[in-house]
Every structure is written in structure tokens, then in C-alpha cells.
């Protein structure tokens, strides 16, 4: 494993994130397994991740306790544990959004899950427009002032609101967030038209979700065949809106890459953002110990100005992306 600075702080995380929305029973494509999802975190662990991305959405906090359960006999001070917080966790007033007592209310609760004193990285995972920044920031700043959290970060909004929160950081002399937690691979790349020049520009540290675009950039897709069952394709439109002809010239250079260099397109996409200057660790989310394993071999593939460039022909980065204004 190898392991970098998280933007411009003094924190060491590994070049891959375990993402931990598949350790829970809230979809069928989750892995539904309580133990099999502890073994999967213990066996990357043992690989050298020390990064682990969660939310309190996940499952409705079982994402949580699954990772607390995981960690309790693993080195606290070497792990870098990352939650986030703004969906609806309850129906009714307060249940969602990021005011302060949301966020103080649910920040208990997701330490109680984790069991754990601090959250490394606390997050936000969505702007609320029905709250000033100023209020969300305050109390964030206030979590960090107190102990329970140590950084904070944000996820997937547009340049000008990220920005602002910025800039109110630095007058209002509040924590500024560490990091940014966009939607960015092969042929997601609207963010290099949106938070990616302002992430380079102000050292904040790029942790992508969704490398491989919902399993689209593994490969075991074809264009004209019928999605294999139990696929998440099968269920999960996400994955079915990457089936465009941009996104299949895309992958046809991938696979001719993987097939090139003896490795798997799921490797070649992986080593894509890792070849990124911009990003820091891209959130991976493997379902078994194959995957899992495939995901950590992508460390080791070096590709080539000429091989970056032949991913890349085909797209062109625009924001608002297609279908997500």
C-alpha cells in the first residue's frame, strides 16, 4: 500500500478509500452479511487501506456499526475514519439537513455507532440551501473545537457554493474543509468543469466516489447484450445512465488497454484518477475479496501520457453534466 497527505494537511491516508456503503442491508446489491462485511474490512485492512468512508444515511446507521464492529481490535491511531451527515435520518422536523442541532444530534449518534472518542473526517454530504452556510460551518467548527471531530469535508456541489464555504471559512476564521468528495471517473468528468480547478487552486484534498461508475468502467457490461442477473444494473439506474455511446468509446479503449498491459479494465479504470495530480484517494466500494484485491492491484499499474490520452479522447468535461442539472 502506498499512502499520501490529504490535500495540504499533515494527514496520511492510503491512495485508496474503502468506501462502506455496501456494508448494510438497505439495497439488494448490498452485501447483506454482517460478517462477511467485518471480514472484508479486517482483509483490507490487513492490505494496508487505513481510510474508511461511511455515512449515517447508509443503511440508516448499520454502515456504522458494521465498520465500529470492524475496527475495534485495529490500531485507532493509525485509522482514518470518515462519516458524513445530511440526509433524512428520521421522518419529521430536524430529521435532515445541516443545521447545527442536526449535525450536533447526529454526530453523537455516528460516534456511538463507530464507538468510537473523534471522527477523523466528518462531512457534509450534500449543501442544504435551507441553511447559511455560516450556521452549518460554526457548528463544524465547533465539533472540531471540542475534540469529536478532527477535519472536516464536503461532498458534491457546485464550484460557487464550495467557494463561499471557503471564503466564509477564512473571514469568519472557521475550520476550512480538508477535502472534497466529488463524483469523478473516466466518464463522469463534469467536475473537471466545476470543483476540480477550485479543489487544485485552494490545496483541498479530492477523494472521488464512484471510480468505476457503478460498475459501468469494470467492464462486464457489452452494449448489445442484456444485463447478466443479479448485476447492479439490474436494479440501480445509475449504473443503466452510463449506457451512452461517449461512455462505450471510453470503456472499448480501456478494454483494448487491459487487454494491452495483461490487467483488467476494473485495474486500468482505477489507475485513471490515481494518474489525476488532483486526486488524492478514489473511494472504492468491492463486494468480495476478488474485488477487492483487483481494486488494491491498480496501485501497481503506471499508465503511460499515451494511454491517459486515448481514455480521455472521447469526452468532453461540461457542467451542468448531461441529465445531472
Not at 495540504?8 to 491512495?15: A, K, Q
Not at 458524513?84 to 435532515?96: A, E, I, Q, T
Not at 468528468?189 to 484534498?205: I, K, Q, S, Y
Request: aromatic share 8%; with cysteine; hydrophobic share 35%.
Amino acid at each position: 500500500m502506498t499512502y499520501t497527505k490529504l490535500g495540504d494537511t499533515g494527514l496520511d491516508v492510503s491512495r485508496l478509500c474503502l468506501g462502506c456503503m455496501n456494508f448494510g442491508s438497505g439495497e439488494p446489491w448490498m452485501m447483506n452479511d454482517r460478517d462477511a462485511s467485518v471480514d472484508l474490512i479486517h482483509e483490507a485492512l490487513d492490505l494496508g487501506i487505513n481510510f474508511l468512508d461511511t455515512a449515517n444515511v447508509y443503511s440508516t446507521g448499520e454502515s456504522e456499526e458494521i465498520v465500529g464492529d470492524a475496527v475495534a481490535s485495529a490500531n485507532r491511531d493509525e485509522l482514518v475514519l470518515a462519516t458524513k451527515v445530511y440526509w433524512d435520518m428520521f421522518d419529521g422536523p430536524n430529521g435532515s439537513g445541516l443545521s447545527r442541532k442536526h449535525i450536533l444530534d447526529q454526530v453523537e449518534a455516528s460516534l456511538d455507532r463507530l464507538d468510537t472518542d473523534y471522527i477523523d473526517l466528518y462531512q457534509i454530504h450534500r449543501w442544504d440551501d435551507d441553511t447559511p452556510i455560516e450556521e452549518t460551518l460554526a457548528a463544524l467548527d465547533h465539533l472540531v473545537e471540542t475534540g469529536r471531530v478532527r477535519y472536516i469535508g464536503a461532498s458534491t456541489m457546485t464550484a460557487y457554493q464550495f467557494t463561499k464555504a471557503l471564503y466564509t471559512s477564512d473571514i469568519e476564521d472557521y475550520e476550512r474543509f480538508a477535502c472534497m468528495q466529488p463524483e469523478y471517473n473516466a466518464v463522469d468528468r463534469h467536475e473537471e468543469a466545476n470543483l476540480l480547478e477550485v479543489c487544485a487552486g485552494e490545496d483541498v484534498g479530492v477523494i472521488p466516489w464512484s471510480p468505476l461508475a457503478g460498475g459501468f468502467l469494470t467492464g462486464k457490461y457489452d452494449r448489445d447484450d442484456d444485463t447478466e442477473e443479479g448485476y447492479r444494473a439490474e436494479t440501480d439506474e445509475y449504473t443503466r445512465n452510463r449506457f451512452t455511446e461517449e461512455n462505450w468509446a471510453v470503456l472499448d479503449e480501456i478494454r483494448a488497454i487491459a487487454d494491452e498491459r495483461g490487467v483488467t479494465p476494473a485495474q486500468v479504470s482505477l489507475a485513471w484518477p490515481l494518474h489525476r495530480d488532483v486526486v488524492d484517494a478514489p473511494i472504492i466500494g468491492p463486494g468480495s475479496s476478488e474485488h477487492l484485491r483487483e481494486n488494491v492491484a491498480a496501485l501497481g499499474l503506471d499508465l503511460t501520457d499515451e494511454e491517459m490520452t486515448r481514455i480521455e479522447a472521447p469526452k468532453t468535461p461540461r457542467w451542468p453534466a448531461p441529465g445531472k442539472d
